[in-house]
C-alpha cells in the first residue's frame, strides 16, 4: 500500500464512522428527543475518532506495544541511522565520513534497494554498522496484517543475505514509522525489536545541509535516536547530498557536547542489562 493509498482509507474510516455517529445523534437529537444522549455520543464520537486518527498518524504511538524511540536520558549514548538506502553515490560517501569520524551507525535498508546495490549493504556490515530492516519496498503497514508485515520483513532479510549480509541487526523501522497493532505484535514475536525515532530533521525536504546541521543539534541529547536519510523509496533519484555534506559537523557537534555515537540495538542492549 502506499502512503497516498493509506491516507485515503484513514480518511474513509474516520469519515465513515463519523458519519454513522452523527447520523445516529442525529437520529436520538430530532426524532426521539434525547437531545443530551445525542449531543454527548456526537461529542464522543468526534474525540474517538480523533483519537484514532491521531494514534494511527503519529510513529511511535504506542499501540500495540511500544516501538523504541528513544533510550536513557542519563549516559551520554546517542544513535545514528539512515533510512530507505542503499544508493548510489550517498550511501558511500556517508559511509566514508563515518570510517574516518570512527562512527558507528545503524542503516534501516529496503529490501528492494539492497538487490539493486548488494556491495553496499555488504559494505555496511564490513565496516562494523548494523543492517536494519525497512521493509522490502516501502509499503505502508498501518492497515497490515501480521502476514504481510512478516512477508515485506522476511523478503528483505533474504535480499540482504543474498548481498553477503552475514548477520542482518534485528531491528526493524516500520516506513513512516506507521504500524498496525498486528504488524507490531507479529514483528515482535518474530524478535524484531521495533525501532522508531526520537525527532526528525526532514532532510528530504532538502533545507540546506545548514539547516539540517541546526535542526540535528537542537535534538543532540542523551538517548537520542536520529533520523537521516542515505536514499529513497520511489523509482525517480532523489538528491541526498546535504545529508552527506551536513553528517561531519552533526558528528563533531555531538562529541562537543560528549555524546558518544552506538548502534540502535547497542542502545537497546545496554538498558536490557542496566
Ligand atoms: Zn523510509
Redesign the pocket.
Known sequence: MTKRGALSVLGSIAGGFFLTIASISHWLYHHRGRRRLGRRLLAAGAIADGLFVYSTLVPNFPLGGKPYFSGRREGNRIALTF??GPSAPYTAQILDTLKKEGVPATFFVLGENARRHPELVKRIEIEGHRVGN?GLD?SILMFAGGRQALAQVEATDRALRDAGVADPAPVFRA?HGWLSPLAMRALSRRGYLVTGWSKGVWDTALPGAGTIISRTREILRPGNILLLHDGW?GPAEEDRSQTVEALAEIIRDARSRGLQFVTVEQMMREEETL
Open positions: 533510512d530507505d525497512h516501502h516506513p523509496s
